[in-house]
């Protein structure tokens, strides 16, 4: 079982930055693949990044592509989203999420291959 604690989140102008954080219990955070979702009002869960068990293969939307980035500190335990150049469309849940994979160069797409949530952050960009 892991647990999964973000922060970072709350409320920034519109072409700030906001760093979030997602700390994994436990010490298998390295055979995790870890990825960020969020929620908008109104629509659906969806993909923001992921990011490989090596870190050294990420996946972004398209909507948050050269603003956002993705990292993961073994050490820590932690994945980070440093989101920059922030719009009023960005304002959502954040969810970390983790899964189990015996590859350490894959990452994954879909909400449904995550088996690990945590209970998301909120972030709310102002115009």
């Known amino acids: 079982q892991v647990q999964l604690l973000e922060s970072g989140g709350g409320l920034v102008q519109a072409g700030g930055s906001l760093r979030l954080s997602c700390t994994a219990s436990?010490?298998?955070?390295?055979?995790?693949?870890m990825a960020w979702f969020r929620r908008a009002p109104g629509k659906d869960r969806e993909l923001i990044a992921t990011?490989?068990?090596?870190?050294?293969?990420?996946f972004y939307a398209d909507s948050v592509k050269g603003r956002f980035t993705v990292s993961r500190d073994a050490a820590e335990n932690t994945v980070y989203l440093q989101m920059d150049v922030l719009r009023p469309e960005d304002t959502a849940v954040y969810f970390c999420?983790?899964?189990?994979?015996?590859?350490?160069?894959?990452?994954?797409?879909?909400?449904?291959?995550?088996?690990?949530w945590g209970q998301g952050t909120q972030v709310t960009v102002s115009s």
């Open positions: 999420a983790a899964t189990p994979s015996d590859w350490t160069h894959l990452y994954y797409y879909l909400e449904a291959e995550y088996e690990y």
């Open positions: 436990g010490r298998t955070f390295q055979t995790y693949v």
């Open positions: 990011i490989s068990r090596d870190g050294r293969y990420s």
